[in-house]
Every structure is written in C-alpha cells, then in structure tokens.
C-alpha cells in the first residue's frame, strides 16, 4: 500500500513540476508555454485558467499523499522518548567518595 501511494506521489510531483514549467511567467524566464504559436487552440486566458486549475488540483494531490505517507511512516510504531534512552545508557556513580586501596 505504501509503495502504491509512493508511485503516485512522485506521479503528482512530477505532474506539478510540469505544469509549473508550462505556465507563462511575468519576465519570461521559465515560461514555455503560452507564446502566440498556439495555433489557436486555446486563448492565453484559457491556458491560464486550465493551468492554474491543473496546479490547484495536483498541489492539493500532493499534500495529501504527503500526509498520508506521514501517517503510514508513524503507524505501528511505539513513541520513543529520548530521556529514556540516555538514562538506560549513563553508568551508575558511586554513591560515596573513592579511597584508594593502597596496592
């Protein structure tokens, strides 16, 4: 079950990434998608309609199987507390001072 919510988290990132690529940005940098050669397919207000929805929707897709591969990682598992571990771990010092034997 992990390795299949696994497989369609990096779908979705990989979705993400993308559909952020594909959109226009504001200096022209990244932006490969919506420069006049659409062959009037779509107008650049619908590219950019669809591509902010298509963003929407895999963001909400990939937090969501975010947290639920959180939530598969936790389960079944005991909480651990760390003061317990170095209490188990410190050896025991006498009590009273030490006086050498004299051998």
Do not use: C, W, Y
């Amino acid at each position: 079950m992990e390795t299949l919510v696994l497989t369609i988290h990096i779908l979705i990132a990989l979705g993400l990434v993308i559909t952020v690529l594909l959109q226009r940005s504001e200096g022209g940098g990244l932006g490969i998608g919506g420069g006049g050669g659409g062959g009037g397919f779509m107008t650049a207000r619908g590219t950019a309609s669809l591509l902010t929805r298509l963003t929407t929707i895999l963001a909400v897709g990939f937090f969501s199987t975010t947290i639920v591969l959180a939530i598969m990682a936790g389960a079944g598992k005991a909480p651990v507390s760390i003061v317990n571990d170095v209490i188990k771990e410190t050896p025991a010092k006498p009590s009273g001072p030490t006086v050498p034997t004299g051998k």
